[in-house]
C-alpha cells in the first residue's frame, strides 16, 4: 500500500472504495495519497465531481470515479433483477405500507426520474417531487425511505447531516451508459487484478453475485492447496513492503481480500471477538494497526475540540522501527483531518 496517488487513482484502482461510513472512506483514501487533506476529497466528491459517491457493490455505498459509475450501475444491472412489484414493507418504526403493484411501481420511477432537474434533493424534497406527480396513496412508504430506488441513484452534496441525492446523468458529466454483460465482465476484470488470486466464491462475497469467469483469459494458481485463479499472464507480484498504517473500518484492504483469515493472527482475532462491533462485523467492523501487511491490533479514533485522540492496542509489542513508523502514521491522520494527533499505546 505505497502513497502517491490522487484520490481519483485510487478508487479506480481498489474498484471502489467502502463508504457507509464516510470518516472511513476519506481516511482510506488519505492512506493512499501522500499529503491529502480532508477538504481535497469533499472538493472531489461535491464541487469537482470527479468522484462520485453511489450504492454499487454489494448495494452498498461506495466512491467511485465519476466517470466510471456508469459502469458500476451497469454491472450491477447485470446481476439484479428489477422489482415488477413490491410486497408490503415493515419500516422501521413498525408501520407496514401496502404492496406496491408493477404499474404503480413503473410510474413511481418514472417520477422519481422526472423529480430532478439538475439538482440534488434532499429525501423529503423528492418525496414530495413524487407525490405531486402520481398522488398518496404510497407516500408513506414514500417517506419512510427510498431503498427500493437507491440503486438508481447517486448522492450530491450533505445538508448538515441529511444526505441530498441526484440523477446520475444530471451529475455526472458526459454520462455514457455501458452494455450490461461488457460491464460485469470489466468488473470481473478489475478486481481480479487488484486482489488476485480470486476464487467465485470469493467475487461473489465481494461483489453480491457471480461473474463469468470462464468468460476471461485466467491462469489458475495453487493458493495453500486450493484453486485461485489471476489475469493471465499475471502471476508477478510487487515485493512486500515494510509499512505501518492504521486502516479504518472497512478498507478495501480488508473488504477485497475475501481469506481474511491469512491477514489476522490468533492474538488479534481475540481482540476482535472481544470488541463490540468486531463480535458482530468481524474484522470488517474494526480498525487495525496494520504492520507489513497482517493484522498487528486494533486502535480507535475520537475526535476532541482541535484534537484527534488515537488509542492504539497492538498484540505483540512493537520494536523501536514500528514505534516511530507509527508515530508518523498519526502525525499523518492529524494532518490530513486538520487536528492536533494524541497518541496512546496501550
Not at 140 to 167: D, H, Y
Not at 248 to 262: A, I, K, N
Not at 281 to 298: F, N, S, T, W
Request: aromatic letters at 8%; glycine letters at 6%; a negative charge.
Amino acid at each position: 500500500m505505497s502513497r502517491g496517488d490522487d484520490p481519483v487513482a485510487v478508487a479506480r484502482a481498489t474498484c471502489g472504495v467502502h463508504a457507509q461510513v464516510q470518516a472511513s472512506a476519506e481516511l482510506q483514501l488519505a492512506a493512499r495519497v501522500e499529503d491529502l487533506v480532508q477538504e481535497d476529497v469533499r472538493s472531489a466528491l461535491w464541487e469537482e465531481r470527479s468522484l462520485v459517491k453511489a450504492w454499487t457493490v454489494r448495494g452498498t455505498l461506495h466512491i467511485h470515479p465519476s466517470d466510471e459509475l456508469a459502469l458500476w450501475f451497469a454491472a450491477r444491472r447485470a446481476v439484479s433483477a428489477e422489482a415488477n412489484e413490491l410486497p408490503a414493507w415493515p419500516d422501521p418504526n413498525g408501520v407496514v405500507h401496502p404492496p406496491v403493484s408493477a404499474d404503480e411501481v413503473a410510474k413511481l420511477r418514472a417520477a422519481v426520474w422526472d423529480a430532478f432537474d439538475g439538482r440534488a434533493l434532499l429525501r423529503e424534497e423528492l418525496a414530495t417531487a413524487v407525490v405531486e406527480r402520481v398522488g398518496t396513496k404510497h407516500e408513506g412508504r414514500l417517506r419512510s425511505g427510498f431503498a427500493f430506488f437507491l440503486s438508481e441513484l447517486c448522492q450530491g452534496p450533505p445538508q448538515g447531516n441529511k444526505i441530498t441525492l441526484a440523477r446520475p446523468d444530471q451529475w455526472v458529466a458526459n454520462w455514457l451508459e455501458v452494455d450490461e454483460q461488457e460491464a460485469l465482465r470489466e468488473v470481473l476484470r478489475r478486481v481480479l487484478y487488484a486482489y488476485g488470486p480470486t476464487r467465485p466464491q470469493d467475487f461473489r462475497a465481494w461483489f453480491g453475485a457471480d461473474a463469468p469467469f470462464e468468460a476471461l483469459d485466467l491462469d489458475e494458481v495453487d493458493v495453500e492447496g486450493h484453486r485461485a485463479f489471476v489475469l493471465a499472464g499475471d502471476t508477478e507480484f510487487p515485493p512486500a513492503t515494510v509499512a505501518v498504517r492504521l486502516l479504518p473500518e472497512y478498507d478495501v484492504y480488508v473488504m477485497g481480500f475475501r481469506e481474511r483469515e491469512h491477514l489476522i493472527p490468533e492474538r488479534v482475532k481475540e481482540q476482535i471477538a472481544a470488541h463490540g462491533r468486531g463480535r458482530y462485523e468481524g474484522v470488517a467492523g474494526v480498525r487495525i494497526l496494520l504492520v507489513d501487511g497482517v493484522a498487528a491490533g486494533l486502535w480507535e479514533r475520537k475526535k476532541r475540540n482541535k484534537r484527534i485522540e488515537l488509542r492504539v492496542s497492538p498484540a505483540p509489542r512493537l520494536t523501536r522501527n514500528e514505534r516511530a513508523a507509527l508515530v508518523d502514521e498519526t502525525e499523518r491522520i492529524g494532518a490530513f483531518l486538520g487536528l492536533e494527533p494524541v497518541l496512546t499505546v496501550e
